[in-house]
């Protein structure tokens, strides 16, 4: 238990932990209460899709450019100016639920602050991490009990929420969620950490950008993982804006219904970054991502298909399972072998490709349901997800190999044939 929990020693990020942890419940509350109140006003598959592009949207724009940025300045100081934004929007959509004149409009512009605000975030936070452990020995955990921390969230979250929506409305969810940004805030307040050492940069801003992109599409190993997230991350995304119809349409629930299936996905994604945060390793990882791209496939596939409810919340704690693991594994691995002084920019090319590249199956999984509805368009993504993880695993014989040498260069392994290098 206590390698599972090492990154804990860290006193900043003891307190990072505790403060994220208040923030990321509120953000799942806002998340499942938007979507209801769109559902609501509307009822259409493809206005849910775009609220969700809208969130989701900015991190393929913004997010390369964010880690530059986290590369140049005071990482700490820019979190607590992207948490302050994050509250008042927050704060916005509260005020117009109230005042019961809230709009399809609000929700989507709203939405697009909050995505502009997370895609500066959170390739900044991935890369902050490092900083407050100060050990890459623990890097891979507290990236992993930072996974299981939200994770956490989306099993007990959307649940809470849903019964909120039922008893009080979805204005305070996002009431609750404006109050949660209070406890990251104070966590950054508190943290200390030291000067970064930075090296000479380039004087122009696409040069750094550019500098990001060799790194990793470059290296085979990293342009391999970077594919695979794009596909994992472009088909699985669509489950949570067609939510609502299939928890109210197909299966003739309420909120409380669709907080239950949102909560199942996290279930299993909490399984997934549990698992992660016992292993004391980088190496090994390849097989773990080759193995839950493919379980995310078919975990999407088995909700899509199933006639029953109880059948078909079965394979969302797989699709959970499946795409965290994938996820944070790739994230691991990336922070690992990445240079310092590149570390953000190589982070924020992953997380765009992770968060930035659901927007747009969003969007067009929103408009393929309205002509063939919500269930088939998921049997759809659930084919494609499967199928770009098996060309993964057909390939990983050669990406195995190519990551030997890359953990032997760094000193990890003995050599490219010793030690369990994917």
């Known amino acids: 238990m206590k390698q599972g929990l090492r990154a804990l020693r860290h006193r900043n990020f003891r307190v990072f932990y505790a403060g994220m942890a208040i923030s990321v419940f509120g953000t799942w509350m806002q998340t499942v209460g938007a979507s209801w109140l769109v559902y609501q006003l509307t009822g259409s598959a493809f206005l849910l899709g775009l609220v969700a592009a809208a969130q989701q949207l900015p991190m393929l724009v913004l997010g390369p450019i964010a880690g530059v940025w986290a590369d140049r ?109 209070f406890g990251i805030l104070a966590a950054y307040t508190a943290i200390r950490v030291g000067p ?24 085979m190993p990293a342009r391999r993982l970077i594919l695979l997230i794009a596909g994992v991350s472009f088909f699985s995304a669509p489950w949570q804006p067609l939510m609502p119809i299939v928890a109210a349409e197909r299966f003739g629930g309420d909120s409380r219904t669709l907080g239950m299936l949102i909560g199942a996905v996290g279930g299993g994604a909490l399984c997934g970054t549990l698992f992660l945060a016992l292993r004391s390793s980088v190496l090994g990882l390849g097989r773990m991502i080759a193995g839950a791209s493919v379980a995310a496939g078919v975990g999407l596939t088995l909700f899509a298909i199933a006639p029953w409810l109880p059948l078909a919340a079965l394979g ?107």
């Open 73 to 181: 300045v005071d990482r700490r100081r820019l979190l607590v100016a992207t948490q302050v934004v994050a509250l008042l929007q927050a704060a916005l959509l509260a005020a117009l639920t109230f005042a019961g004149a809230v709009t399809v409009t609000h929700v989507v512009l709203v939405s697009l602050v909050l995505g502009l605000t997370v895609a500066i975030e959170t390739p900044t936070r991935q890369a902050f991490l490092l900083e407050l452990v100060e050990s890459k020995e623990d890097l891979p955990n507290a990236i992993a009990l930072q996974s299981t921390m939200f994770n956490s969230a989306r099993l007990v979250g959307p649940t809470l929420a849903g019964f909120v929506v039922a008893g009080f409305g979805e204005a305070w969810c996002f009431v609750l969620n404006a109050l949660s940004y």
């Open 196 to 219: 970064r050492e930075r090296r000479a940069r380039p004087a122009h801003l696409a040069a750094e950008l550019a500098a990001g992109f060799r790194w990793v599409f470059g290296l």
């Open 316 to 422: 969302l704690p797989v699709l959970g399972f499946g795409v965290i693991v994938a996820g944070a594994s790739t994230n691991t691995i990336l922070q690992t072998v990445a240079d310092e002084d590149l570390r953000a920019r190589v982070i924020s090319i992953y997380v765009t490709v992770f968060l930035g590249m659901g927007p747009i199956g969003n969007f067009l999984a929103g408009a393929i349901a309205e002509r063939i509805g919500a269930r088939w368009t998921l049997f759809a993504y659930g084919l494609a997800l499967t199928a770009c993880a098996a060309a993964f695993v057909h390939g990983y014989a050669a990406w195995r190999v190519a990551m030997r040498e890359v953990y032997a260069r760094l000193g990890m392994i003995a050599g490219p044939r010793g030690g369990a290098g994917g």
